[in-house]
């Protein structure tokens, strides 16, 4: 089926997608890597209450259902750690482990170097799969296309 079929129902397709997305996005607050890998976000209930989803770099807040929108990849949520999560797990291993802390600190630093190569490797494949002539489609028209408008979001 060509994206041309004119008996192909876009709208719902998507729609369909906005759902899923918003159902499998985080139920509790802290942060998380977005399913591409590469984006972040702040999800907090405010003091009034309602949900807050922050993108570093970025003065607005966003909803469940934006975040959603936006959602892309194949990877699950995945939730960060504070530095005070961080410091307790490496206290528990150490003692877990009868182990110095600069010995764990050097061990979670070489996954992380590693971690890093393997995120710098996708990023490259993705760059030279991705086609020359790929067409950019101005997200303003996207948004027309689809209902959406950007001021609300």
């Not at 890998?37 to 209930?45: P, R, W």
């Not at 961080?86 to 802390?101: C, F, G, K």
């Not at 070489?110 to 020359?132: F, K, L, S, W």
Request: glycine fraction near 6%; aromatic fraction near 6%; charge should be negative.
């Amino acid at each position: 089926m060509s994206h041309a079929d004119g008996n192909t129902d876009w709208g719902r397709i998507i729609s369909d997608m906005i759902a899923r997305n918003t159902a499998s996005a985080p139920t509790h607050p802290g942060v998380y890597r977005m399913p591409c890998g590469n984006c972040y976000v702040d999800f907090f209930v405010a003091s009034d209450g309602t949900e807050r989803w922050l993108v570093p770099g970025d003065e607005r807040s966003y909803t469940r259902d934006t975040v959603a929108i936006a959602r892309h990849g194949e990877h699950p949520w995945e939730r960060m750690y504070t530095l005070g999560h961080a410091a307790a797990e490496i206290r528990r291993r150490a003692t877990a482990n009868d182990a110095q802390v600069h010995v764990l600190i050097d061990e979670l630093a070489a996954v992380a170097a590693a971690e890093d190569a393997a995120e710098d490797e996708e990023i490259a494949r993705i760059v030279r799969e991705r086609p020359a002539d790929s067409a950019e489609v101005p997200l303003s028209d996207l948004a027309r296309k689809f209902g959406i408008d950007l001021n609300e979001l």
